[in-house]
């Protein structure tokens, strides 16, 4: 199994990229793929799923909420 990348370091490059927080993040099993689902909300008060290979670091969807 490969190691995955740190959620700390997912969260902290998220948080950036969208300007704001991250509201929760979970590390899953998606179709056998390890990934993280990170809930993001920003200044605006918009609501961002981002999924993220937890492996590799790649987006894999963003979805507004």
Known sequence: MAQSLAKPT???NYIRTSNGHVIKAELDYDDGIMLYEIDIRTREGQKYE???DANTGAILKVKVD
């Open 10 to 12: 997912i969260s902290k």
């Open 50 to 52: 981002v999924k993220v």
